[in-house]
């Protein structure tokens, strides 16, 4: 039997409930997966932990994960000590979540998958001369946005820097589809300016999108809870359903 993609989420109005709360709470994890024979593999990069302190107290109880110059902290089972390593971020579903929940670290991994599968795979196929405008551009739609905006309907609102990084690889997309219209290269240096030179409609229109999409989904199967997790942004509170508009 095999599990995978398991995540338990805890929050609490100290950080030294917090720890509190984690300690007693990975233990149940960790007894309960043994009861039913299922091994957690703990080892770098597998079964981990993204712990974000704030508040009063927060530096003292930081230091407190520090075990022999690993981060993390020895959870007491039936089964003797078991050390859970706490990280900054984490890969989970393709996507990764950072403790700090900054979107910089995943919108620089979409960029490079995006701009390594336009140049090994989609360029040479887009300079063949039989292929319509149209089916370029559905083509692009199809294999480069999927790459680019992956699990972008749970991104919370975006900085300038941030929405500058996904820009960059949009308007390359872009000039690579119409490296030639009558002659002339397009350019493309702002995101209000796509419509009227492409047949592409600004990013922030396909991100609001997968957005709606989205949305009866959430509604239909997620917990008020979730809903306040998904809304939950950093450092400035944005409302997930407020960024549809």
């Known amino acids: 039997v095999h ?3 398991m995540v338990f989420m805890l929050d609490a109005s100290r950080p ?3 720890l509190e709360d984690f300690e007693a709470t990975s233990k149940i994890i960790l007894e309960t997966f043994d009861e039913y ?7 770098p990069g597998k ?16 230091s407190a994960l520090f075990n022999d110059g690993n981060y993390g902290m020895n959870i007491g089972t039936n089964k003797g000590i ?3 390593r706490i990280v900054d971020s984490y890969v989970h579903l393709g996507t990764i979540h950072h403790r700090t929940q900054l979107l910089s670290p995943e919108l620089k991994k979409r960029t490079q998958y995006t701009v390594g599968t336009m140049t090994s795979h989609l360029s040479p196929i887009l300079k063949k001369n039989w292929m319509t405008m149209k089916y370029k551009v559905f083509l692009t739609r199809l294999i480069l946005m999927s ?3 992956y699990n972008s309907h749970i991104w919370g609102q975006m900085t300038m820097p941030q929405h500058a990084i996904l820009q960059t690889s949009f308007n390359r997309i872009i000039r690579t589809v119409y490296s030639k219209k009558n002659n002339q290269q397009v350019h493309v240096a702002d ?9 592409f409609v600004p990013i922030q229109y396909y991100i609001r999108q997968r957005r709606l999409q989205y949305l009866p989904r959430l509604l239909m199967y ?23 508009r």
Do not use: Y
């Open 3 to 5: 599990v995978d993609d």
């Open 16 to 18: 030294q409930q917090l």
């Open 37 to 43: 024979k299922v091994e957690i593999n703990l080892r």
């Open 47 to 62: 079964t981990e932990a993204i712990v974000d302190l704030c508040g009063q107290g927060a530096i003292s109880a930081r």
């Open 82 to 84: 078991r050390f859970l």
């Open 147 to 149: 790459r680019l905006l």
């Open 191 to 199: 995101s209000e300016l796509v419509a009227p030179h492409t047949d």
């Open 222 to 244: 997620a917990p008020k809870l979730l809903i306040a997790l998904v809304q939950r942004e950093s450092p400035n509170p944005t409302s997930w359903a407020a960024m549809l």
